[in-house]
């Protein structure tokens, strides 16, 4: 069973960007629906967007569509989530997620997900 | 405000059954049967508990079950037991460019 491993704690300056990556231990996630969803403090799941790696063109949810950039690297089997133009209200705990399958109906369905990484966006 | 609306909280005792509700639209949980439920502890990630309105992913207990009627979402968790005791979220695929939405969750209290 594939395990997603996910880069380590960030700590930023407002107007900054970040990069977390997203490695697939035991197995591939090239062929399947990656999503990355965020978790604020106390706060719900918020789908990002997502990509299907062996396709290569990523969805982005609205609301984040001017500042996300989701990249995957084949060879590496890993997914990489870039936010920029970074503020106060963007701390949070970031998932990487795979789905069900490569359908991209699927990406709501998340069944292997990242340890998650906590990014810190202050002055 | 999240997409999808959940009950904040449910409780109930050991042995009981409970349902956590999942209200959308016709343009996510009313129109394809794409939704799903996780489950999800303190400090750690959610688990996909159900998808596809009912199917169970390997491992998950028969104690859980979805259905769904228009509009309305629901998860059922029979038989109670101390470790149900989480936060709840619902998630669609939507036909909107957004593709998922998900639901403000719903916590569990066994009491």
New interface residues.
Partial sequence: QVQLVQSGAEVKKPGSSVKVSCEASGGTLNTYAI?WVRQAPGQ????MG?IIPIFGTP?????FQARVTITADISTSTAYMELSSLRSEDTAVY?C?KA?TSN????????V????TTVTVSS | QSALTQPASVSGSPGQSITISCTGTSSDVGGYNYVSWSQQHPGKAPKLMIYDVSNRPSGVSNRFSGSKSGNTASLTISGLQAEDEAEYYCSSFTSSSTLVVFGGGTKLTVL
């Avoid at chain 1, 969805?59 to 609301?63: D, I, R, S, T, V």
């Avoid at chain 1, 991209?104 to 069944?111: I, L």
């Avoid at chain 1, 997900?113 to 998650?116: C, H, I, L, S, V």
Wanted: no cysteine.
């Fill in positions: 999503s719900g799941l918020e789908w997502g969805n982005y949810a609205q609301k998932y997620a069900v991209r109906y699927y990406y709501y369905a998340m069944d997900w990242g340890q998650g």
